[in-house]
């Protein structure tokens, strides 16, 4: 058994998928709607494990992390279980993080994401459900991409198009917030995927 398969059943998730326990070693940065994410303590590893209802995702998302395997944007794969991946740690905040402690998105930041998109494309994938947690910036302002899971799916995504809209039609206002509460962020996303924002329909 590997070191990561040994932490990965030290991993306790009851049946509401609420976490119950799980290695002193292991630090939880983040919860999606499909997994739990933690850092391995003191290393540039995180593993994702999947909730047990979303374990079929897991060979999915290796299978696209290979595609992507050349390009830095995307962390690369260390080892693919039935239910977890094994992947680099990426230091940084998310967009949404971003948004809420008044770190600036720039036009930059904006192109260089766009850029890592037009890669993955070229891989032959479609990227899908570019969100505001699933794009980072590290300390040194490089943009770093993760949660590839949906990159095969046949539907056209436009989130990205729409978040490049809000950048430049509310974002970049001076009018808008420097510091944006999480709790607006999140009913924004409600609203959005409710398809009840005028002109930023899905
Ligand atoms: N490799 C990583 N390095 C650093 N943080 C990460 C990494 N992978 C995931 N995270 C953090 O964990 C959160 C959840 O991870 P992820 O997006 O992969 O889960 P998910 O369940 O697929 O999400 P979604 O709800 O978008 O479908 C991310 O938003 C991010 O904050
Ligand atoms: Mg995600």
């Not at 680099?88 to 720039?106: A, K, M």
Request: charged share 25%; aromatic share 14%; hydrophobic share 40%.
């Amino acid at each position: 058994m590997s070191i990561y398969q040994e932490l990965v059943e030290s991993i306790v998730v009851n049946k509401k998928n609420r976490l119950m326990d799980f290695h002193p070693s292991l630090q939880l940065i983040g919860t999606g709607r499909s997994a739990f994410v933690f850092r391995i303590q003191s290393s540039n590893k995180a593993i994702k494990v999947f909730f047990p209802n979303f374990v079929y995702i897991a060979k999915e998302e290796a299978e696209i992390y290979l595609v992507l395997k050349d390009i830095h944007y995307f962390p690369r794969i260390y080892e693919a279980g039935t239910n977890y991946l094994v992947m680099d740690y990426v230091e940084g905040d998310t967009l949404f993080d971003c948004l809420t402690n008044g770190q600036l998105i720039t036009d930059a930041h904006i192109k260089e994401i766009d850029y890592a998109l037009s890669l993955a494309s070229n891989a032959g994938l479609n990227p899908s459900d570019i969100h505001l947690r699933n794009i980072l910036i590290t300390p040194d302002d490089q943009v770093r991409l993760i949660d590839v899971a949906r990159y095969r799916q046949q539907k056209d995504c436009r989130q990205w198009g729409d978040l490049k809209k809000a950048h430049r039609q509310f974002y970049q206002k001076h009018f808008f917030w420097k510091k944006v509460p999480s709790s607006f962020l999140n009913g924004v996303a409600y609203l959005y995927k409710k398809g009840l924002i005028p002109s930023y329909r899905l």
